[in-house]
C-alpha cells in the first residue's frame, strides 16, 4: 500500500485526486495540506468526500510531509511547487507535480513565459514528462514527474499521432482550444465569477498563454523538428471540459480513413484514448480519464477534433496514472472507465 500525501488540499485538482484515491485499491491518503491552521477535516473542505476519508487538512511543511509518505501530490500554484518539491524529494518522497513548474526544460523559456525566474534550475533537464501516452517508458523510474496542463494534453494527444507519422506540417498549425472555467482552479478570481461569465464566451491570452512553449517542446520530441502553434484559448460558460479544434497543414494526400487509422495504430493498447468516428462532446468524457479524438475534413482543410475533462484526463486522472507507472501498477488502477 503506497502511502500519499497531497499539497494544496483545498483545491480542485486535489478533489478530484482524492474522489479517485478513494476508491484506489494500493493507495492511502495519509496527508493533506493547506496553508491554514484550523485543521478543518477534509469533508468540511469538500462535502462530497464526506464519508470517505478520516483525514485533516493541515498546515504541514513539505518536509514534513515529504516525510509521512510514499508519493506526494503537488496541487498547488506554479513557483508555490518548486518551493515544494526540492523539500519533498529530500525528505525521501517521490513527486508527481500538477503544476507547470518543472514541465519546461528550458528554465529561460519558463522565466520569458511564467515571468519568474526557476529557483530550481538544474532539475528541469531530468525531471519527466507525465504524458503516459508518450513517455510510459521513462515515468516507471522517475523521482519527480511533471504532469501536463490541461489544454496542453489535449493539443499533444491530437497531434502527435499525425507528426510522428510526418504527415503534417509541424508548423503553421492553428489550435482553437475551449475551457471549462474550473481549469482557472478554485482559488476566487474576478474574472472566474459566474455573473462575470456565464452567458459568455470569451478568448484571452492570445499569443502569450502559457501552454504554448509546452505543447511545442513536447511535439518537438515526439516530431523530430521545431514545431509552432498558433494557440488560441476560450472560457466556456461550463464547469469542467476542454474542446480542441485543430487546423494542421497536410502533406501530400490522405483520406479521413488514412488519418484515422494512423492513430489507431499510434494509440493502439492505451486504455485512456478513444479515436472515434463520431465527433467528440466534453460531456462523453466529463468525470472521466479519456481523450476523444476524430478527424475531419472541411473541404480540403483538415480539422482535428478532441476533448477531454480538464480535471480528470488533464490533471488529476494523468496524475494517478502516473502513480501507477511509478509503483508498477497497472495504470488503469482506480479510474472509472465510464
Ligand atoms: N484546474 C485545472 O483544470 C488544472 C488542470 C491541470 C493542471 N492544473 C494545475 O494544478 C495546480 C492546482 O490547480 P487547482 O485547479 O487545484 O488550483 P486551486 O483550486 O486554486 O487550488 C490550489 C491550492 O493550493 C493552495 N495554494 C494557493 N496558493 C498557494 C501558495 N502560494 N502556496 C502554497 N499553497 C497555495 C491553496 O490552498 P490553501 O489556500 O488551503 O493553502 C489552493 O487550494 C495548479 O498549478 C494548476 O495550474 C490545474
Redesign the pocket.
Known sequence: MARVAI??????????LLKILARHPQAEVVAA????DSRLHISS?HPSLTGLFNLR?E?LSPEQAGKMCDIAF????????M??VPQLLDAGCRVV?????YRLKDPGVYETWYEHVHTDPTRLSTTVYGLPEIYADKIPAAELVA????YT?TSILALAPLLAAKVIEPTGIIIDAK??I??????PKLSNLFSECNESVTAYSIGKHRHTPEIEQVLGDVGGSEVQVAFNPHLMPMD?G?FCSIYPRLIGQHTQAELLSIFRSFYAGQPFIRVVDHIPTTKDVSYTNFCDITVRFNRDQLVIFAAID??IK???GVAVQNMNLMLGLDQRMGMLSC
Open positions: 499539497l494544496g488540499a483545498t483545491g480542485y485538482t486535489a478533489l478530484e495540506t493547506t496553508r491554514q473542505i487538512c498546515n503537488c496541487c498547488l500554484p506554479h513557483t508555490a511547487s518551493e515544494a507535480d500538477l503544476s507547470a513548474d504532469n501536463p496542463g490541461c494534453s475551457s471549462g474550473s481549469g482557472a482552479g478554485r482559488t469542467r476542454i480538464n480535471l488533464g490533471a488529476s
